[in-house]
Structure formats: structure tokens, C-alpha cells
């Protein structure tokens, strides 16, 4: 899978790409119809084909924090995608058998020098990796990591009755319970004097995204406040599993405006390669400038 790596600073961010599909997330996004994306001149080539069929990509990202003084490093992984082995009910994302693990290790991060996983939120392509299969049993992913999770979130589907949610809980989130490696955290978390959490609330109850600054740089990883580029230029396009669709829409009002012309890199959790750049006014709306 095509990777990417970007620097912030002392901080670097790896993406780790697990699937990447053209057309695959319309059933997220119904308004972006082919007609409708066309129109977006901008995305092309990076994020609509020709024919205006969106790209999207589901990937982890990884942060290394190098150490400074007594101060150890970090290697922090943000998202863990769909994972193996797992019944899921969309057909192009159960019983898996990708490559993620081996092209995590291929990039240079064992799981077990991992010292933090992030979940953005508990929706199934952020939290499979969190754990593997070994012997019929759901166990840790990364060993030597402690699973940050925003209290809310966890809160919110932990007492969710669907049956879906229900089975990924049981197999992605749970398991990292039982093993002691959870630290339910508050959605403005500071991980570290360059990483902290920002609430982007909407697409659910307790999202968030992550805030990198260093050495005078920032960049922004979005999580899912935002599936894909065309909800720049249509903020208003909520996705149809968010859970407060007027929240989530004045989360990327607030968020677009407040970066337009920042030179904070924007790093998209579902974003196609190159998967980042900076927001640029574009009318009344925003679009997406790839370097």
C-alpha cells in the first residue's frame, strides 16, 4: 500500500495504509454523486477520478515524538483501521486477511514498541487493529501500549444495544480492557507536550482529533469530523452514520474557518494519497491544497 510521511517540527507522521478504494465510501457520503463532484474541479486527481468517483483510504497514521532530555519518545499510532479475522456486516470489510501488520513492520514499527494507540472514535475501521487473533482468542495488538479513549466515546458505545456496535466492542474494544491497557481520557487531553486531543464532536458523541505543534509547526489529523475533501467545499454534507448531523456540520464550519490559510498541515484519516495538505479559502467555502 502506498505510504506517506510527513514532518512537523521534531515530530514525524507515518500513514500505514490498509485499503484504499475509488467509489467504495459513497454509501457514507450520498450526496456526492458523480454529477456533484465533477464540479469540484480541485479534487482531481488526488481525490475524484475523472468520472467523479471519489478516492478514500483507510489507514492508521503513526507519531514519533523523539526523546528530549529525560524525557523518553513516543510512537503513538492513531487509528488501527479494520483488522483481520473480524465479522463485519459490510461485505468488503469482513474476515480480512491484509497485509497492515506486515507493512507496519516494514515501515520500521514493531507493534511492540508502541507505546500509545489513539482512537479517534470506536466506529469499526479505527479500532480493528487494536486487537489480533491468536488461538481463537482477541488479544492485544500492541502489548506495551496503553489505548487512550475519550471518556464520552466510550461511555456513549458501551451502552449502545445495536448488534454491529455490540460485536466490535466485544472484539476490538474490550479485549484491550480486560488486558488493563485502557486510559479513558477527557477530549482535551494533553499525550504529550506536542500531541494533545481537540474535541470535533458530531460524528459522534465524544470525537476527536489530534493537534500536533513543534518547533513552531502544526498539523491537524482529523479523525472523521471530516470523511473526504468535497466536504470542504460542502460543509454541509454530513455523513450518514454521524450521529448529530447539525453537530458535525458546525464542528467543520468552525474547524475550516479557523484553519483557512493557517499553515496547519491537514493530515485526513480517510483522505487518498498524498492524504494531507492546507486549507485554503475558496469562496465562501474551502478546498484542500496538496503540496
Known amino acids: 500500500m502506498h505510504g506517506g510521511r510527513w514532518t512537523i517540527g521534531d515530530v514525524t507522521v ?25 464540479e469540484i474541479e480541485w ?56 497485509d497492515f501488520l506486515k507493512d507496519l513492520e516494514g515501515a520500521g514499527f514493531a507493534p511492540q514498541t508502541i507505546d500509545t494507540v489513539l482512537c479517534t472514535h470506536l466506529h469499526v475501521d479505527h479500532v ?13 495488538t500492541f502489548p506495551n501500549a496503553r489505548y487512550l479513549m475519550a471518556k464520552p466515546e466510550y461511555d456513549h458505545w ?33 499525550i504529550c507536550d506536542e500531541i494533545r486531543l481537540v474535541p470535533t464532536l458530531g460524528h459522534t458523541p465524544g470525537h476527536v482529533s489530534i493537534k500536533i505543534e513543534s518547533q513552531g509547526e502544526s498539523a491537524l489529523i482529523t479523525g472523521d469530523f471530516v470523511h ?37 498541515l491537514i493530515i485526513g484519516t480517510h483522505f487518498a494519497s498524498p492524504s494531507a495538505g492546507y486549507l485554503k479559502a475558496d469562496g465562501d467555502v474551502w478546498r484542500l491544497e496538496v503540496e
Open 43 to 98: 479534487l482531481q486527481p488526488h481525490f475524484a477520478d475523472e468520472d467523479g468517483r471519489i478516492k478514500t483510504s483507510i489507514h492508521a497514521l503513526v507519531i514519533e515524538v523523539p526523546a528530549r532530555g529525560d524525557v523518553p519518545g513516543r510512537r503513538i499510532v492513531v487509528d488501527t483501521c479494520l483488522g483481520n479475522d473480524k465479522t463485519r456486516a459490510n461485505p468488503h470489510w469482513t474476515n480480512l486477511q491484509t
Open 228 to 264: 473526504h475533501p468535497c466536504q470542504m467545499a460542502h460543509p454541509d454534507w454530513a455523513a450518514q452514520v454521524d450521529t448529530d448531523p447539525v453537530q458535525s456540520t458546525q464542528t467543520r464550519r468552525e474547524v475550516f474557518a479557523d484553519l483557512a490559510g493557517a499553515p496547519t
Open 14 to 38: 507515518t500513514r500505514i495504509a490498509e485499503m484504499e478504494t475509488t467509489g467504495g465510501m459513497r454509501f457514507l457520503l450520498p450526496q456526492a454523486t458523480r454529477e456533484a463532484i465533477r
Open 158 to 190: 458501551s451502552s449502545d444495544d445495536d448488534p454491529e456496535q455490540r460485536q466490535i466492542m466485544a472484539d476490538s474494544v474490550e479485549p484491550v480492557f480486560e488486558a488493563g491497557l485502557v486510559d479513558l481520557v477527557e477530549t482535551t487531553a494533553v
Open 128 to 140: 480493528g487493529w487494536n486487537t489480533m487473533l491468536v488461538e481463537g482468542k482477541w488479544v492485544p
